[in-house]
């Protein structure tokens, strides 16, 4: 039998997709920051909405420059991300403080992240619903992997500092390519 679950706990059960890391520069200062919320919009060009907390440090950066990269971090990274997103940019070097090196991006001002299996240079492409819902339309301008990580395992947030990690693929027949 079905029972009311809270409103607030809706979040949990729409779990978008890996837990990423959100790089900016702004005034000569990087920064990063962890995020769960976003989503593919369209695929060439690959257009992906996020949403970024006007709370959040990184929002003011990436309302100013219309830029930043999306560095998707390995299970091995985990701790370093859920610490990265428990503390500001305001207060803290993050990438010294955590360890994390900033590499240079070839399209956009914010570095990528070295030890993330893939980043996303993106610029900011749309910003009509910034003001109402703190969400950004990004456009990937240039993708990055590291052929040197294997198989990574991306972990997603499921809530209240509980994740699931990614787990077994499965293939079944699709009309899609």
């Known amino acids: 039998m079905m029972k009311d679950l809270p409103l607030a706990k ?25 995020m769960s919320w976003h989503m593919m919009v369209e695929f060439e060009p690959p257009l992906v ?11 003011a950066a990436l309302r100013a420059t219309k830029e930043c990269v999306i560095a998707l ?9 859920v610490e990265v997103g428990n503390c500001s940019g305001r207060d803290v070097e993050k990438f010294e ?3 994390l ?3 240079p991006a070839e399209r956009v001002a914010p570095p990528l992240v070295a030890e993330c299996f893939a980043n996303l240079e993106c610029k900011v492409a749309d910003t009509r619903l910034v ?3 703190n969400l950004f339309i990004l456009e990937v301008l240039k993708a990055w992997i590291d052929p040197a990580q294997k198989n990574p395992k991306t972990i997603h947030h499921h809530g209240y500092g509980r994740f699931a990690v990614d787990g077994e693929m499965i293939k079944l027949k699709s009309r899609m390519r």
């Open 10 to 34: 809706v979040y949990q059960l729409l779990e978008p997709g890996p837990v990423v890391l959100l790089t900016t520069a702004r005034k000569g200062r990087a920064n990063v920051m962890t």
């Open 49 to 59: 909405a996020c949403v970024v907390s006007s709370a959040n440090h990184s929002f």
């Open 73 to 81: 971090p390995a299970l091995e990274l985990a701790p370093k991300v």
């Open 97 to 99: 403080r955590f360890g």
């Open 101 to 103: 090196t900033p590499a």
């Open 131 to 133: 003001d109402k819902y």
